[in-house]
């Protein structure tokens, strides 16, 4: 498989997709998403892979937290990964699960799907996203306009 380095934590994206083709070339499709979850947190236990199943991952608007929703996978605490088990991936599902990691404000997800005959995923860059450094001098520049 072929990982490109360009991308943020590739090696971390590409140990992810890797656990995900495994447990799908297993598997096959056809099964519910919460067996692929299961499989899933299996194969990255066994790859040495530090991650959170079914985190509870607050949402903010406008940095107010305005409620919870749990991500499938929270990885090394910077990348989302959501699951489905559907026949095909529609743009639907890419919208929400940017709007996800921009509502989560993490930098990286990926959006991994079992349900087609082939593994189908896609990597997503939030391109709203806000580090803690960027965040920090953000407040304090509103504190200095008050």
């Known amino acids: 498989m072929m990982i490109n380095e360009q991308y943020k934590y590739s090696d971390l994206t590409g140990k992810?997709?890797?656990c995900a083709m495994t447990v799908h070339s297993t598997l096959g499709n056809g099964f519910q998403e919460v067996i692929y979850q299961r499989a899933v947190a299996i194969e990255m236990q066994l790859a040495g892979i530090d991650f959170s199943r079914e985190f509870e991952m607050p949402i903010f608007y406008r940095e107010e937290q305005i409620g919870t929703r749990r991500v499938d996978f929270l990885v090394g605490g910077i990348i989302s990964v959501e699951l489905k088990?559907?026949?095909?991936?529609e743009d639907v599902h890419l919208a929400q699960a940017i709007n996800y990691l921009e509502a989560y404000n993490l930098e990286i997800g990926l959006l991994i799907n079992f349900?087609?005959?082939s593994l189908n995923f896609k990597r997503l860059t939030n391109k709203k996203f806000k580090s803690q450094a960027s965040q920090a001098s953000q407040k304090s520049q509103k504190s200095n306009e008050s």
Not at 85 to 89: G, L, V, Y
């Open 115 to 117: 349900g087609e005959t």
């Open 85 to 89: 088990a559907i026949t095909k991936m």
């Open 16 to 18: 992810i997709i890797k």
